[in-house]
């Protein structure tokens, strides 16, 4: 299994451009999440989803949207991108149900607004 | 609004050494996550505590956790270098979100 995936790993944008970032997993999750973090700040969830075709607002949504068409991917996009939004980026994905509602990580992408 | 606090934020401390790593919340939550970050790396998932009272150890490493406290610390026994990293607490919140603490960067050094 190769558990969570993001694509790309590293992006440079200029101010004002759009980008999707694509995280995929494996693992059957119903839920999906994107994360940023910023030096200091720890991770703060941007949005998540609680199955296909529903998305829901977390602590820092302003400048994103996303789309969850398909259970194993989730998508994460910048319509218009900000130096604000330089950070890295990460999803996480978990299983319903249970007791541990464990998340687990992909690698991170890097991004960087100039 | 929940929030979860780790002090110290910052920590260098030598080999052989012992310490421990606080992650206080706000808000009432029984499930308690630790997590290890290396540089430029993911997360790595350390320990998940689940009930008040709950101890879990890997190694040099041990986590505790007191929800009526909303206190939970990870203690680090006889420091090595390998265990240089940050480490972070994330407390759930309702049956899906996970509030990040800041993160405390630990330096070993020999």
């Known amino acids: 299994n190769a558990g969570v995936t993001q694509t790309p790993k590293f992006r440079v944008l200029k101010t004002g451009q759009s980008m999707t970032l694509l995280c995929a997993q494996d693992m059957n999750h119903e839920y999906m999440y994107w994360y940023r973090q910023d030096p200091g700040m720890g991770l703060r969830l941007i949005h998540y989803s609680v199955g296909e075709g529903t998305t829901a607002k977390g602590e820092v949504p302003d400048g994103y949207n996303v789309s969850r068409l398909k259970k194993q991917n989730f998508l994460l996009g910048l319509e218009s991108a900000a130096p604000s939004q330089t950070s890295v980026y990460f999803c996480a994905s978990s299983y319903r149900g249970g007791l541990i509602y464990e998340q687990y990580f992909g690698p991170g992408t890097r991004l960087t607004v100039t | 609004e929940l929030k979860v606090e780790q002090n110290p934020l910052f920590l260098s401390m030598q080999e052989g050494k012992n310490y421990t790593i606080y992650c206080n919340y706000s808000?009432?939550?029984?499930?308690l996550y630790w997590y290890r970050q290396d540089p430029g790396k993911s997360l790595e998932s350390l320990f998940v505590l689940l009930s008040n009272g709950a101890v879990k150890q890997e190694g040099r490493l041990m986590a505790s956790l007191d929800t009526k406290a909303r206190l939970s610390t990870l203690h680090i026994t006889a420091a090595v270098h390998d265990l240089s990293a940050t480490y972070f607490c994330a407390v759930l919140q309702g049956a899906q979100k996970l509030v990040f603490g800041q993160g405390t960067r630990l330096t070993i050094n020999p």
């Open positions: 808000t009432t939550s029984d499930r």
